[in-house]
């Protein structure tokens, strides 16, 4: 009986932590103003994809460990990403926010993930990182030994 206490109340700390990046990053993909943020404004924000893909596979739910994949891959450099599909690529970030707080509504409930199929967004994923010249050339990471050495 403690171990389902402490599982929920871990959860239970999950969903609010979840809920409140949801809402941060719902903040910035609906600027004031202008109908879709401009691509710098989403730098950095791929962190709390990364977070989120973590907890939710370590918590047991992989769907949501896969929408917090999803918004990881999308804002690992939205600069790279070619302009003419930018509108189109704010449009699945928000649906992608939104799936995941509704599972995280439900899960705040008392419910369990839906078994729902990310396909469809997967598909769109890969079409928006094909599409061409979506994808600058990287630069080398700098590995010179005043990086390597502090």
Not at 4 to 18: P, S
Not at 36 to 61: C, N, S, V, W
Not at 113 to 120: A, C, I, V, W, Y
Request: aromatic share 6%.
């Amino acid at each position: 009986m403690s171990n389902d206490f402490d599982r929920e109340q871990l959860v239970g700390i999950f969903v609010a932590e979840a809920g409140d990046d949801m809402a941060m990053l719902s903040a910035v993909l609906y600027p004031s103003g202008k109908p879709y943020p401009a691509p710098d404004e989403m730098r950095g924000h791929q962190t709390i994809g990364h977070k989120l893909k973590g907890a939710a596979l370590l918590y047991g739910f992989p769907g949501l460990g896969r929408l917090g994949e999803f918004l990881e891959t999308l804002l690992e450099d939205p600069n790279a990403l070619a302009e003419e599909t930018w509108p189109g690529t704010v449009a699945l970030l928000r649906e992608i926010v939104e799936r995941f707080r509704t599972q995280i509504e439900v899960i705040g409930h008392g419910g369990t993930e839906s078994g729902q199929s990310l396909d469809d967004l997967a598909c769109r994923i890969e079409a928006v990182l094909s599409t061409p010249h979506a994808r600058a050339e990287k630069p080398e990471p700098d590995v010179s030994d005043a990086y390597l050495v502090p």
